[in-house]
């Protein structure tokens, strides 16, 4: 699997906007990028998914570079609800539910 | 609420003792997987059940030990394990093995004393 970067902790006023970074240098030609994340306590939740194209779900968007080695999961309106750890993992998608997490980002979302 | 739930939500227990943890998901997927959270370091896979039949042990301890009876259910049998086996326990499930997205339980906290 490729490795994945990302910051360990962001902070984001509520109502704006937070942008998470990953960067996976490494990956490969069929390998997908997926977001997870971890509320305290709690078990991981899956967020969305992308291959090349950029992807938008109820949740967030999920902005793919074209060269692929980065990405940038977007939580267009953050909540104090939405502060979380989160996952940036790459797999390919016949494995894709044996799941390696990192370390990930811990976002705090802040009146 | 993912359809997963796992029991009990916390556990103590000693070194001696013998235990199970359970997970029921209700969302009638074919794969189940077992994770570990301790603290501070990232989740590690376990086990992984397709079909009830398990397909993956990622070299775990034997005081470690899963079923999977039915294809709704998955335990984990603890015995005599050690204080740094204390630990979030997380279950998951799949439509199947090579499905896109996990849907996880709560876990259970477990302290070994």
């Known amino acids: 699997d490729a490795k994945t970067t990302q910051p360990t902790s962001m902070d984001c006023a509520e109502g704006r906007a937070a942008n998470l970074p990953c960067n996976h240098s490494?990956?490969?030609?069929?390998?997908?990028v997926y977001w997870y994340r971890q509320i305290h306590s709690q078990g991981p939740q899956y967020i969305i998914h992308?291959?090349?194209n950029n992807e938008t779900n109820e949740m967030a968007s999920l902005i793919i570079t074209e060269d692929r080695k980065s990405s940038t999961l977007i939580l267009p309106h953050a909540t104090l609800r939405d502060t979380a750890v989160y996952y940036c993992?790459?797999?390919?998608?016949?494995?894709?539910?044996?799941?390696?997490f990192g370390t990930g980002t811990r976002l705090q979302v802040t009146l | 609420e993912t359809g997963v739930t796992q029991t009990p939500r916390h556990l103590v227990m000693g070194m001696t003792n013998k235990k199970s943890l359970k997970c029921e998901q209700h969302?009638?997927?074919?794969?189940m997987y077992w994770y570990k959270q301790s603290a501070k370091k990232p989740l590690e896979l376990m086990f992984v059940?397709?079909?009830?039949?398990?397909?993956e042990n990622n070299s775990v301890p034997s005081r470690f030990s899963p079923e999977c009876p039915n294809s709704s259910h998955l335990f984990l049998h603890l015995h005599t394990l050690q204080p740094e086996d204390s630990a979030l326990y997380l279950c998951?499930?799949?439509?199947?093995?090579?499905?896109?997205?996990?849907?996880f339980g709560q876990g259970t906290r477990l302290t070994v004393v």
């Open positions: 059940y397709s079909l009830e039949e398990r397909v």
């Open positions: 969302l009638g997927h074919n794969a």
């Open positions: 998951a499930s799949s439509q199947d093995s090579g499905s896109t997205e996990a849907f």
């Open positions: 993992i790459v797999r390919n998608t016949g494995t894709a539910s044996k799941l390696t």
């Open positions: 490494t990956i490969s030609g069929n390998e997908y």
């Open positions: 992308g291959l090349k």
